[in-house]
């Protein structure tokens, strides 16, 4: 496969360290609040690369941490703990709203069709890894005590990795309007490691360290845990892009400062969904997440779908109309696939080169938006409903779509379809008295002219989700 990758600003062939093998890191949510779409953005972005991968036949370990200490509210290390922030917020303990935003996290990843990393880890399971990091960055002159906190010594560097096109004023850590600078810092980029003077006096996670009681950084977390799971040599690094600096750039720093060799040659960073009136944050208010999707009557992967149909290196804006159309061409993709007949032979040749077709699309740097044209020609292929069929389960293993079986679904109850009805006016649906009344009211109220009294029946039917065809000597009505 080919991968741009952002530490050499290159689309170059991915390679892994040890043939056959991916370890793959993957930095996981901050749990004060919902994942935002935004976020989850990220996450569907990075089980496609991951399915992919595996697709292609590499053996995957891909392991992600749970943030829930130590990253304060702006990335430098200023402002307010996040998670002290959610259990202010809803008067319930920091352990309480990890707990939660945790489960609530997996169960939007699991609507989403996004598979759970192999490891998950909460950094406050890892405190060992961290202090045994941070003692040898010590020992070896890479951090320094400073005001009771460790930092690290970016000047000991010899080269302070940058991904992305920042330039030297945007370097400077924490360079964010109305955040302090930390007066303890020998130089702008270094960070801290280790936490002992906390300015929150209720800090509620504390554990003991040589350098006093406190708490880790949150850019150490992922390299402990990283390390502690992927080993040493780690293949691919993945984020948003918002991660890139500094949380990405101080990963590197301290992991390869610590090991002493080259660290994670590959980075696979995912751009942001913003919302028309700029960038999708937690920390707005209001926000959409997968339920209030849900609330307004949208599958969730509705939402996936909008997301494939972008590179996952464009900014992505979110409109409800461009979900409107994404929702409507999933629901169009569904009831062709559940119109093609599950019956014959599959055509091997034809089944390999639309195969080979779709390796090479999404292999040139995760290509979603050709994924989905392909599902698009597959269906309109010279061949069997049968080979079709196949095809489409084929590059579903990588899209995770759920197209075999909705489309199965629907096909079931089709054939539950149920008529009532008789005389002139027959109504083909799904078995429901109650909206067969309706659908006939409908009818009737078309019959005495009264349009304005069938246009309100339609629309109270379309609000619970029913969808009525008017066909020849009746209507037929399904829930959408
Ligand atoms: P957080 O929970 O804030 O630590 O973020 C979780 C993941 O979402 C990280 O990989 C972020 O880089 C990513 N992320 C944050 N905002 C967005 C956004 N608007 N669009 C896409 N990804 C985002
Ligand atoms: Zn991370």
Redesign the pocket.
């Known amino acids: 496969m080919y991968l741009y990758n952002s530490a050499t600003h290159k689309k170059e062939e991915f390679k892994t360290h040890t043939p056959g093998r991916v370890e793959m890191y993957?930095?996981?949510?901050?749990?004060?609040?919902f994942?935002?779409?935004?976020?989850?953005?990220?996450?569907i972005m990075e089980d496609v690369l991951e399915k992919y991968l595996r697709y292609e036949g590499y053996n995957v370990k891909r392991v992600m941490n749970i943030?829930d200490v130590g990253?304060l509210s702006s990335d430098g290390d200023t402002g307010e703990d996040?998670m002290l922030k959610g259990a202010r917020r809803e008067h319930k303990s920091v352990m309480d709203i990890a707990k939660f935003y945790t489960d609530a996290f997996f169960d939007d990843c699991r609507k989403l069709n996004i598979k759970t990393p192999d490891v998950v880890q909460p950094a406050t399971g890892c405190i060992d890894e961290y202090i045994k990091i941070i003692s040898r960055l010590v020992d070896t002159g890479y951090a320094y005590l400073a005001g009771g906190n460790v930092y690290f010594d970016s000047s000991k560097l010899k080269r302070y990795y940058i991904f992305n096109d920042h330039d030297e004023e945007d370097l400077a850590v924490g360079v964010r309007e109305g955040v302090e600078e930390d007066s303890n810092k020998r130089n702008k980029n270094d960070f801290v490691l280790w936490f002992t003077k906390s300015k929150f006096e209720d800090q509620a996670l504390k554990w003991d360290s040589p350098w006093g009681v406190g708490y880790p950084g949150w850019h150490i977390e992922c390299s402990g845990i990283s390390m502690k799971y992927n080993g040493e040599y780690l293949d691919l690094h993945?984020?948003?892009?918002?991660?890139a600096f500094p949380?990405h750039t101080n990963e590197i720093a301290q992991s390869e400062s610590y090991l002493g060799h080259p660290w994670c040659p590959q980075w696979f960073?995912?751009?942001?969904?913003?919302d028309p009136a700029g960038?999708?944050?937690?920390s707005k208010g209001e926000f959409l997440t997968v339920s209030l999707l849900e609330e307004k009557g949208y599958d969730p992967l509705a939402y996936r779908w909008f997301c494939l149909q972008s590179h996952y290196r464009k900014t992505?804006v979110f409109s409800w109309e461009n979900l409107d159309n994404a929702a409507a061409a999933y629901t169009k993709l569904l009831n062709r696939v559940a119109a093609l007949k599950p019956e014959g032979d599959v055509d091997q040749a034809v089944f390999g080169e639309y195969r080979e077709k779709f390796l090479q699309q999404v292999g040139n740097d995760l290509n979603t938006s050709m994924a989905v044209t392909a599902v698009f020609d597959a269906l309109k292929a010279k061949t069997n409903d049968a080979t079709k069929l196949a095809v489409i389960g084929e590059f579903d293993k990588v899209l995770s779509m759920s197209l075999l079986e909705k489309a199965a679904a629907l096909r079931e109850k089709a054939a539950q379809a149920v008529q009532t009805g008789g005389g002139d006016y027959v109504i083909t649906g799904e078995g429901d008295p109650e909206i067969d009344a309706k659908v006939l009211a409908r009818y009737e109220a078309k019959k005495a002219k009264n349009f304005a009294e069938a246009d309100r029946i339609r629309d109270e039917l379309k609000a619970q989700g029913i969808e009525v065809t008017d066909v020849k000597g009746g209507a037929s009505w399904k829930r959408i």
Do not use: E, F, Q
């Open positions: 993957t930095c996981g949510p901050t749990v004060y609040h994942a935002h779409i935004g976020n989850l953005r990220s996450y943030t990253h996040k993945c984020g948003g892009v918002d991660n949380h960073h995912v751009h942001h969904l913003n960038k999708m944050s937690k992505l």
